[in-house]
């Protein structure tokens, strides 16, 4: 039996060298240390040996048994090892490498730009008032005295809308009605933001969609000087202390009396290019007092009260900061141009 013993530690040992993989190596485990082993078998048969043989054959039957374990566990360690090295060389990780960038959302600049404006007049103590981008007739021309067939309503011609006497805004003047006839008669601080359309030449000051931003204060005592002290400090808060700004007399059917006033062109220093038209100025907006009609449209008793209006193109500030010489580039979805911002 003894002889038997070390044949079998020969043969499981031979065998042990040539298991490559874990899975060889599991079936020598059962094929030698397994319940039908030939060394479990033999252990099963030690109580049929004589007396005086067996504690030599039990001794040296553990001893196959612990030294097979103890081959068994060095092989499955370094058969790991090395599969790890393996894998370390081939999968190497280069923690020095630099990352893949995440490709972040941003702001479009005329979103920045409309923030921008808002904040400014926020601050002034001015709210957001929303209005809607499709105005019936009478909103965007009749109640700011502009009856059907009035010249005026040349200057803001349209977009139509497949609805009757339904019309895309032209400007954010309609909007002044909505307020006025919310709150009447309590004092207004209002500003109204969004996207007006035109049916405009395109040019590089012009789109046929751009965004304006409506200012009205409304309650008593209000006067030209209030107008101009707001649109001034509203210009020196947006672009420093040192813009310099001009109103021109000009004419709206729904302010009385009426300006126009311009920013100077910050991307000629004055001097004059293509953008301010080689005026050295760029028009942001109109404005004037609001016309007595209006304030009666709007609920507002024109004896009594008196307020002014402005409305300004938000992209022209975005225009103005970043020397911007094109306003197309606004919505020409080119990412070369809205990246900068
Ligand atoms: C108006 O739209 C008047 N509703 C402004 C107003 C409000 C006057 C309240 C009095 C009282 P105007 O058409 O000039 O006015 O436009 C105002 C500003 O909007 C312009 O100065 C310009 O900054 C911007 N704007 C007008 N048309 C365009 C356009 N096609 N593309 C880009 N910006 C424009």
Redesign the pocket.
């Known amino acids: 039996m003894l002889s038997e013993l070390d044949q079998i530690l020969q043969k499981a040992l031979q065998e042990l060298e040539t298991a490559k993989d874990e899975s060889s190596l599991e079936s020598w485990r059962i094929a030698h240390l397994g319940r039908s082993a030939s060394l479990m078998l033999l252990f099963d048969q030690l109580g049929k040996i004589n007396k005086e043989e067996r504690p030599v054959v039990g001794r040296r039957a553990n001893e196959v048994k612990q030294t097979l374990e103890a081959a068994f566990t060095k092989r499955i360690e370094s058969l790991r090892q090395s599969t790890l090295q393996r894998s370390l060389q081939t999968e190497r990780l280069d923690v020095t490498l630099p990352g893949r960038s995440l490709p972040l959302g941003r702001l479009h600049p005329a979103t920045i730009s409309m923030r921008a404006v808002i904040r400014a007049f926020g601050d002034m103590g001015f709210q957001v008032y929303r209005s809607p981008e499709a105005e019936t007739d009478d909103y965007n021309f009749g109640l700011l005295n502009m009856p059907p067939h009035h010249p005026a309503r040349d ?2 011609d349209t977009f139509y809308t497949s609805m009757p006497n339904v019309s895309l805004r ?4 309609p909007g ?1 009605i909505h307020v006025m006839r919310q709150y009447a008669t309590e004092p207004i601080r209002a500003i109204l933001p969004g996207v ?1 359309y ?1 049916y ?1 030449q395109i040019s590089t ?4 969609q ?1 965004n ?1 931003l ?2 009205l204060a409304v309650g008593k005592n209000i006067t030209l000087a209030d107008l101009k002290g707001t649109v001034s400090d509203f210009a020196r808060r947006l672009l420093g202390q040192n813009i310099r700004t001009r109103f021109r007399a000009s004419h ?1 059917p ?2 009385e009396p ?1 300006a ?1 006033y311009d920013f100077e062109c910050l991307l000629c220093q004055g001097k004059g290019c293509s953008v301010c038209a080689y005026t050295g100025w760029l ?6 007092m609001v016309h007595p009609i209006v304030l009666q449209n709007g609920g507002y008793d024109p004896g009594k009260f008196s307020g002014f ?5 938000t ?2 500030i975005m225009m103005l900061k970043h020397r911007i010489e094109d ?1 197309r580039n606004f919505w020409a979805n080119d990412m070369r141009f809205l990246e900068q911002f």
């Open positions: 200057m803001w032209p400007h954010t003047s002044q007006c035109r405009e000051r012009k789109e046929t751009f304006q409506e200012v709206f729904f302010t009426s126009e028009e942001i907006g109109g404005c004037g209006a402005a409305g300004l193109g992209e022209r306003i």
